[in-house]
């Protein structure tokens, strides 16, 4: 049942000085048909890992319907009907060229660019990124054109790898051949992005702020029950769905402050970011997927690490860190310990995709309304080859894209292929992009 009240797409719940923009509703139905060809909007992102992959334990043998997956895949199982996984995509502007070593700065810098990034450590040069050329054509569309996302190192200047800039190993998105977009690494300042609570505030200002903290929901609850008033069932379960997973994440917020405050100050602990890596990585995207159903953003990216991340899983008893792991050597048990780490990555990954299945857009989920890339710049951390890159895109973008499938392509097929299909779909067509030769056969069998 839809009520005869329409409501604009961008609207609001207000007080205090406070606005919560408003999940897509069924009584947006109308302002979504004038704006959007009645339809809802698709968001395009990318996932990225560092280090490569054992790619042992992550390629498929086989092409076609999606049928038992390798076992780093495994926690997708749920979502086979949902994915796609790519075989053969090459950045070949990750390789080394006439550069000589720098695979780890070269891969992450040509992951979104498509250039071969400058062997410098000052003098900084790569390519606008595909999700800003999206960002600069559809992002008047919504509060943030894009949104930037990480959880380690935010260093942006010095050496991070054989001469090149750290700029290149700690950043996806780049707005101009210049300018890199560092992403958000505090789950605080993240909250305080999206919801405008005092960003600029010292820690030691917001610690005492925070001692009388309300919900941001109190400050609303007014106009909660006005709106309410005039929803019918299905857009007042939606609502309070989406205002749940606003308090949820304060209540995370909350216990990660806390936690923060037993740990040895004399560490070099970023303020209000978990200790521990799933609750960061729930943090975070529990927060993006509520940027997603409140159309804040169509457009982000998350480095889940940096390239070359020299973080430890003691979480998992393994103390050693990623990349050095990553240089096995072909020893079994350091191989072991790899698959564990990228298999551990997928498992947070999943959990954050069966929440975006779970949530209702019209009759589509928001993860069919999507199209978000979970991959790495490198194949095999070992060997630093660029070939065959692990990608796997979840979602059906708004129904262009039929899932359920591993898609072989031709050897050396630039991923900029694949970007330039995704572009496509969120609306902004361009003849090419960076080294692609085309758009990407066999996304849609429609």
């Not at 609207?11 to 000085?17: V, W």
């Not at 048909?33 to 968001?43: D, F, M, V």
């Not at 994440?249 to 070099?268: G, S, T, Y």
């Not at 003691?314 to 790899?338: C, Q, S, Y």
């Amino acid at each position: 049942m839809i009520t005869n009240k329409v409501l604009a797409r961008r609207s609001f719940l207000r007080g205090l000085g406070t606005a919560i923009a408003l999940p897509v509703l069924d009584a947006m139905a109308p302002a979504f048909a004038s704006q959007l060809p009645g339809k809802t909007p698709i968001r395009m992102g990318f996932v990225y890992v560092p280090n490569g992959m054992d790619i042992r334990n992550w390629n498929l043998d086989y092409e076609g319907k999606l049928g038992k997956l390798s076992r780093i895949m495994s926690p997708l199982e749920p979502f086979k009907d949902d994915m796609t996984v790519f075989g053969n995509l090459t950045q070949n502007n990750g390789r080394a060229l006439l550069d000589g070593a720098g695979d780890h700065g070269r891969c992450a810098g040509a992951y979104l660019t498509g250039v071969h990034v400058k062997k410098s450590a000052a003098d900084i040069h790569s390519g606008i990124s595909c999700d800003q050329i999206v960002a600069n054509k559809i992002g008047s569309q919504t509060r943030f054109p894009s949104l930037e996302l990480g959880m380690d190192d935010a260093r942006q200047a010095g050496d991070c790898d054989s001469g090149y800039s750290c700029a290149y190993t700690n950043n996806l998105a780049w707005r101009s051949e210049t300018q890199p977009l560092p992403p958000i690494l505090d789950p605080r300042a993240l909250f305080e992005r999206l919801f405008g609570a005092d960003a600029g505030l010292t820690p030691e200002q917001r610690g005492r702020r925070n001692k009388f903290r309300r919900s941001i929901l109190d400050f609303v609850s007014d106009d909660t029950r006005k709106l309410e008033s005039n929803l019918g069932p299905t857009d007042r379960r939606k609502l309070d769905e989406y205002l749940s997973s606003i308090r949820e994440v304060e209540r995370m917020l909350d216990r990660a402050e806390k936690d923060n405050a037993q740990i040895d100050p004399h560490m070099p602990k970023p303020y209000g970011v978990p200790a521990d890596f799933a609750e960061h990585f729930k943090l975070m995207t529990d927060m993006m997927t509520i940027a997603m159903q409140a159309d804040l953003s169509r457009v982000f990216t998350f480095m889940v690490t940096r390239e070359g991340s020299l973080r430890s899983y003691r979480e998992l008893g393994i103390p050693d860190g990623h990349h050095p792991l990553t240089h096995h050597r072909n020893d079994p048990a350091i191989m072991e310990k790899v698959a564990q780490i990228n298999t551990y990555h997928v498992k947070q990954f999943a959990g954050w995709m069966e929440k975006l299945k779970s949530i209702k857009e019209g009759d589509r989920s928001l993860l069919d309304n999507s199209m978000i890339v979970y991959g790495a710049g490198l194949c095999d951390g070992n060997r630093h080859n660029h070939e065959d890159l692990p990608t796997v895109l979840l979602g059906r973008g708004g129904n262009t894209i039929t899932p359920g499938r591993r898609v072989v392509v031709r050897r050396e097929t630039p991923i900029t292929n694949l970007h330039l299909s995704m572009m496509d779909r969120m609306g902004v067509n361009v003849d090419h992009f960076a080294d692609s030769t085309g758009r990407l056969n066999g996304l849609n069998l429609s």
